[in-house]
């Protein structure tokens, strides 16, 4: 982390400083893949993402909230924190910016222990909590709270003979043609994470990224030679978890989402427990579909402000 400097100075978390970081961030073990150091570069154009070091156990990043699913932040200035609370600085951190987000379930209770929260107010971010399922149950799709999904990869199947092909230099073209079409099939006024999923689809393709593409992993989908569908993810909290980062598919192909979910997780070694699903971040059409997968727990995040 040589690259990054010492509180309270801070650098733009672009392509080397993420690179340089990797070894710190994949070692912190609460699972948040919103902190992977591809999910943080990734999100760093948006969110204005800089990084400072306080010691060799923490790193503390800045950012200006976007609004998205906290419309009442937007424009304002936060602080996260990865590692070991500075409870040192916290004060002169509460100083510059306005509002602490993406507390773990870990760092809240530490803050409960110390008794600080009488000083400072804790909400929990429902929107924000990432969905953790059981890599068995996505794999097989077993039981009867699954069966519709099941039914539609069996109908893809049956319908489609689908081809199954890693994502790699190879295959990540074809991923970018499904990836232009899905954006060309969005409301023109819709927010997306296409500029996202385009850099994370990059770093397959070219040497600038190389990285990223050191982590991440992922399949493409084909009917008839035709790419529909790609999936992007990495491991996480020391090889026990997968998150999965970005899920794209041509929409008139019934069935070609629950068919990626399933040939994405199968694919793991056994090693993986659970599977990362990411946040809803309060849209919920796309919390009720997270939830009919039937998730096993979620990894909880809060925002504290300042009393």
Known sequence: MNLIPQFPNFIDFDNKVA??????LYSFSEGVSEFSPISL??????????????????LVFSGIESGGYIPPLKGKSFFSIVGEIPFDYISELFGQF???KSVTEKQKNSLIEKG????????????????VYSREKLATLSGKSLHKKRNLVN????????????????TCEDGLKVLEQWQRERNSQE???????????????TQEYQWMNSFLSGKVIYVTAVPVGFSIGE??????MYAVHFEKAIDAYKGVYQFLNKATVAALPESVELINREQDLG?????????TYRPVDFIHKYIVYKV
Not at 41 to 58: A, E, G, M, N, R
Not at 283 to 291: F, N, S, T, V, Y
Request: proline share 3%; net charge negative.
């Open 19 to 24: 690179e340089s970081a990797t070894s710190f």
């Open 41 to 58: 570069f990734l999100d760093q154009p948006l969110l204005q993402y800089k990084v400072s070091q306080i010691s060799d156990k923490t």
């Open 98 to 100: 306005h509002f602490w």
């Open 116 to 131: 600080l929260d009488s000083v400072y107010r804790l909400e929990e971010d429902r929107n924000n909590s990432e969905y």
């Open 155 to 170: 109908n893809f199947e049956t319908t489609y003979t689908p081809c199954v092909l890693p994502l790699d230099r190879s």
């Open 191 to 205: 927010d997306t994470d296409f500029q996202n999923c385009k850099l994370a689809l990059k770093s397959f393709c």
């Open 235 to 240: 491991y996480v909290q020391q090889g026990k």
């Open 283 to 291: 849209d919920e059409g796309l919390r009720q579909a997270k939830m």
